[in-house]
């Protein structure tokens, strides 16, 4: 990471996706990674099937400003095709995207699949996920959050541990075979870029 | 760092005030104020310590027990959102008269740029306008810190303290730094001595508005103690309040050179004149950054000595929240280029109802009544709540939503024009929070109006609290002087389709005033189990006094 600069990541959703607890994870590990982490999110009406996003912010030095700038957000993570369409424009030219390819399509007027698809294709930074796919070869029906989260890890400062750490922690309480399986989707999600890229 | 509590914003000023000593905490729930409520409620359930947590029926309710705590010697808080403050505003008005006895906060979200709101006003205004000091933090941390500093002020000063936050702080969520826990407080009920000031006939109220005037110079005074001239170079300045303040503190990180910029930091109101005009000799030039209304704007602007620049001049957008990049605008600093964005028509996505839920099937049946009545374009009153949501199209089931209570009373006054069918659309708890002095008045002015209740069991759009009128609502509606027969209990499921259209129907075409309750529990609630343990000690009871 860049010192002197301020990083974001912008997540974003459909209500009910568990956008929110995403970005709570995210705002956990970094912490614990010793960085300076900030995280907003807007909800309300929108919990109610809307649009949902929220961002967290983290530098090596205190933050006052909860929100990042068009253009300057260095990860989009979405857990849903159009819904990270909607927020391309949020990252810098250089950001990175990790996108779930399972379409949320219970709404007015939602575009061809394919021309979603191709849409994000064309964007350079760009990884696509069938995650509907992999939760079904991992037999866990709500993999594709941790399967996206394993994905943003490779561009983020925090290491393995910290990830496992969070991880368990998160679904402790929902017994050990939750947890395991989380974490399994983590992996595959991790195994999927191979190379730590930093941004 | 990593061992710190994290924290909303609105949940800081929460943890605040339990750690404060409150002896409770009273609120009507309200995006984004809700979650202070449910934070501090959490904790004094750990606690286990004999304080209370209170849904009220509405927020005037919330403020009036809060007072009563208050004279009773102990510190409260209050919760509520910006709209909510209008319901207690009489109550907030004249506490500023009577002042406290033990600390007390109100706790007031406004929300610019309206996520779920219906207006964006500012509650700045309504501190000023009741002569009381307003706390505006401007990070997580500022929220739990400010909190205790309301809670010392409100007993120095002997007067409410209102902490006003807006969404974006309400809802980031950051790390905190936790004081010592204090125990609750004690001072004890308000002294016979003061009794009078308690007792706001004319006499003493007009004393008591001289001695809530002669405050203001301490108001001021220690108001100053939180706000700050920062000098620097340069004749061009920025006055900073809030989020203002936050995001340009995190700008000048960025860019250096502002923070050599001369500024004023506003964390606290009323704003003594003395540093306005420090601050306006070193300047000829100002941006104000500041959240909702040009409060701070206009006074500066008002001093003529420097040029103001901010909301009324264009150089911020009148209307709406702020954000880092409408700062670097006005500041003229360059934005980068980010990435293209999709060649391709996003369609919004508009929050619906759940799957299920029990408010569609109401509509649904009232929208064919009204068309076997021969009104399929009858205009219907509607009110806040999920059920808000049928105005959207393609539903369009309601067509006015003014007011938390509106419904009611605007279908009455348009049946007191001539207008029938007269329909309101309302929730249980927003019945609850101000239906009932409304539907008092639909019983006594006796015309054709149908008011239907949508009872859900609980405050669905705000995460599903109990409703305070749980159960309750057809004896309410009897007790308001609604003839028995023109009160129906309805279930809003497909299977009853056929005869909820035909009660419905039979409501529409009663000549005087009638009243439908649709009632099935939110979808979300059931998930969630919220009314469970209720239930099944209603059931208890209800065994054992053989009332089944
Ligand atoms: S939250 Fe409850 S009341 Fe609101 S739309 Fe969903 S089911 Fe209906």
Redesign the pocket.
């Known amino acids: 990471m860049n010192a002197s600069r301020i990083h974001g990541i912008v997540l974003s959703g459909v209500g009910g996706q568990g956008v929110l607890s995403l970005a709570q994870i995210l705002l956990e590990a970094l912490r614990r990674s010793g960085l300076h982490a900030l995280q907003s999110e807007i909800h309300g009406m929108s ?2 099937g809307g649009s949902v996003h929220a961002q967290v912010c983290y530098a090596e030095g205190p933050l006052s400003s909860p929100i990042i700038d068009e253009g300057c957000a260095d990860l989009l993570i979405a857990l849903e095709p159009l819904e990270a369409l909607r927020y391309v424009s949020m990252l810098r030219v250089s950001g990175a995207l990790v996108v779930s390819e399972e379409p949320q399509t219970d709404m007015e007027g939602y575009p061809p699949l394919d021309d979603i698809y191709a849409a994000l294709k064309a964007v350079p930074g760009a990884h696509l996920v069938d995650t509907e796919d992999l939760a079904r070869r991992l037999n866990h029906r709500q993999a594709g959050g941790m399967v996206l989260l394993g994905m943003a890890s490779r561009f983020l400062p925090v290491n393995d541990g910290i990830w496992r750490e969070v991880i368990t922690q998160r679904f402790e309480s929902k017994g050990a075979r939750v947890t395991e399986k989380n974490l399994e989707a983590f992996e595959a999600g991790r195994g999927l870029i191979k190379e730590p890229v930093g941004v | 760092m990593a061992d710190s509590t994290l924290a909303l914003g609105v949940e800081a000023v929460g943890c605040a005030a339990f750690d404060a000593g409150i002896k409770g905490a009273f609120g009507y729930p309200g995006t984004p104020s809700t979650e202070g409520f449910e934070f501090v409620e959490a904790l004094i359930h750990q606690a286990g310590d004999g304080r209370a947590a209170q849904w009220a029926a509405n927020e005037k309710v919330a403020y009036d027990l809060g007072m009563g705590m208050s004279y009773a010697g102990h510190r409260t808080l209050v919760t509520m959102k910006h709209v909510g403050l209008n319901v207690a505003l009489d109550a907030y008005a004249n506490s500023a008269l009577t002042g406290v006895r033990g600390g007390l906060v109100l706790l007031v979200a406004d929300d610019p740029g309206m996520h779920s709101s219906q207006n964006e006003q500012d509650s700045r205004r309504l501190a000023e306008f009741a002569w009381l000091p307003c706390l505006e933090p401007s990070t997580v941390q500022e929220c739990y810190d400010l909190t205790f500093r309301a809670f010392e002020l409100s007993e120095t000063l002997q007067v409410p303290v209102m902490l006003r936050i807006v969404t974006r702080l309400a809802h980031c969520r950051a790390a905190l730094v936790r004081r010592e826990t204090l125990a609750p407080t004690g001072l004890g009920v308000a002294p016979k001595a003061s009794i009078q000031d308690w007792v706001l006939i004319p006499a003493n109220a007009r004393r008591r508005y001289v001695d809530l005037l002669a405050k203001q110079p301490r108001l001021k005074a220690e108001a100053a103690t939180l706000n700050h001239l920062v000098p620097g170079t340069g004749r061009r300045g920025v006055a900073l309040a809030g989020m203002g303040r936050a995001y340009f503190g995190q700008l000048a990180l960025e860019h250096p050179a502002l923070a050599a910029l001369p500024r004023l930091e506003i964390a606290a109101y009323p704003v003594d004149p003395a540093l306005e005009q420090a601050f306006l000799a070193q300047v000829d030039e100002v941006v104000v950054f500041e959240e909702d209304y040009p409060v701070i704007e206009e006074r500066l602007g008002l001093r003529g000595t420097a040029k103001v620049h901010g909301r009324l001049d264009g150089a911020l957008p009148r209307t709406g929240e702020l954000s880092p990049r409408l700062l670097k605008d006005a500041l003229g600093l360059k934005l980068p280029d980010g990435k293209a964005a999709a060649r391709l028509d996003l369609p919004i996505r508009a929050p619906r ?2 799957d ?4 569609v099937d109401a509509y649904e049946a009232m929208q064919e009544a009204l068309a076997k009545v021969g009104a399929p374009e009858a205009r219907v009153f509607g009110d806040i709540g ?2 808000t ?1 049928a105005a959207q199209e393609p539903m369009a089931a309601i067509h006015a939503v003014v007011e938390m209570g509106a419904s009611i009373s605007m279908a009455v006054g348009a049946a007191l024009a001539g207008e029938t069918p007269s329909v309101a659309v309302i929730g249980d708890s927003t019945f609850g929070h101000s239906g009932l002095p409304a539907l008092l008045t639909a019983a006594d002015a006796g015309v054709n109006v149908t008011v239907v209740i949508l009872d ?1 069991r609980v405050v ?2 705000t995460g ?1 609290q109990p409703s305070q009128a749980l159960d309750q609502v057809e004896r309410m509606v009897l007790g308001m002087g609604i003839p028995e027969a023109q009160v129906q209990v309805l279930l809003p499921v497909p299977k009853q389709h056929e005869a909820n259209v035909a009660a419905m129907e039979a409501a529409l075409r009663h000549p005087g005033p009638s009243v439908v309750v649709f009632r099935r529990e ?4 059931i998930r969630r189990g919220v009314l469970k343990d209720h239930d099944r000690q209603e059931r208890e009871r209800c065994v054992s006094e053989a009332c089944s």
């Open positions: 919990q109610r | 109802f759940c299920g839920c029990g408010h999920c059920y949501l859900n669905g759009m599903q939110c979808i979300q609630s």
